[in-house]
């Protein structure tokens, strides 16, 4: 417990000390030398830390591998931007006479975060709080984010269903070659199951990283939320990349070659949807090991105005 003064107020920060990591304790130990060098005013921080620094790296170091496991998310997402708009223009992309972008289908991702907030908001927060019983509300962030995963995985497989489809109706339509003939309006469930996950798992990471990173670096938990997005598409760079060496060994035209008529990208999302599930089995076993952290912040008005720090 510590206090400390201000303007006639006591601050009372109650904080539960990690017990992970404590091999760095020892940098907030005090040793002969350091006990010398304050006798000589000698202040070497790189000697002795506050205990308060130790545990702000400890905190960072807890969050690391939720972290992780939010990357795999990330290489779901970044398929919007993506393949998706690849697949969309080898659909139907027209209605009478007019003419759909396959990349304005994005616009359904949009209206489903809208409406998901929504429901969650005024329905499912309520529902599930009256279920659990307590003065907690919900679902915690740790569980919608796992939530998030489990949705990004049914996206994806419907993205693999509505892509061998597309692939059927292509090869009986053209015999493979020129656009399917399925309506581009087929791809609308993977990109409301997207928009779905993004509520469960953005709006929980920003919210989980920003309250469990200590006060003096809450810049820093949304920085590891915008991190993994830039990694989510580096990934998914990278996996792309490897799928095509290895699938076009012997001439073949690959998983993902420029005419997808000729390729399997609906393997590619299942691909996709194995490893979040994979990702998301690894993440419940980390969200289960996780610690939350509380501090309590409360002021008591003080007569006295100590001058230094009590601890």
């Known amino acids: 417990m510590e206090t400390l003064s201000n303007g006639g107020c ?3 920060l109650s904080c539960h000390f990690c017990k992970n990591y404590r091999f760095l304790d020892k940098a907030a130990y005090i040793s002969s030398r350091d006990l010398s060098d304050r006798e000589e005013e000698v202040n070497n921080p790189w000697r002795l830390c506050p205990i308060t620094q130790v545990e702000e790296v400890k905190c960072i170091l807890r969050l690391i591998p939720i972290w992780l496991c939010t990357i795999i998310y990330s290489v779901v997402f970044t398929q919007m ?5 690849g697949k969309g223009a080898a659909m139907k992309t027209t209605i009478s006479n007019f003419h759909i972008p396959p990349a304005s289908m994005s616009s359904f991702d949009i209206l489903s975060v809208a409406l998901f907030i929504f429901l969650y908001r005024r329905i499912l927060d309520p529902f599930i709080g009256k279920l659990k019983n307590s003065s907690s509300k919900g679902l915690t962030e740790l569980q919608r984010m796992g939530v998030g995963l489990i949705i990004a995985v049914m996206a994806m497989v419907s993205a693999g ?18 656009s399917s003939s399925l ?11 997207i928009g779905a996950s993004e509520v469960f798992m953005y709006v929980g990471q920003l919210e989980f990283f920003n309250a469990q990173a200590p006060d003096g670096l809450k810049s820093f938990g949304s920085a590891l939320c915008m991190s993994s997005i830039s990694l ?7 996996l792309v990349t490897m799928v095509m060496k290895i ?19 609906d393997r590619f999302y299942f691909l996709l949807a194995a490893l ?17 952290i509380k501090l309590e912040h409360k002021y008591e008005q003080t ?8 601890v």
């Open 232 to 238: 989510g598409n580096y990934v998914s760079s990278l």
């Open 303 to 310: 007569e006295e105005q100590p001058e230094s720090l009590r």
């Open 161 to 178: 269903i509505v892509e061998c489809y597309r692939l059927k109706y292509a090869q009986a339509d053209c015999g493979g070659s020129g």
């Open 183 to 193: 309506s581009i309006f087929w791809q609308v469930p993977q990109y409301a199951l």
């Open 276 to 292: 979040t599930v994979i990702d998301s089995v690894i993440y419940i076993g980390c969200a289960k090991w996780y610690k939350f």
């Open 247 to 265: 699938s076009t060994v012997d001439d073949m035209a690959g998983w993902i070659p420029s005419d997808l008529n000729k390729g399997h990208l």
């Open 81 to 85: 931007a993506s393949l998706f708009v």
């Open 10 to 12: 006591m601050l009372i």
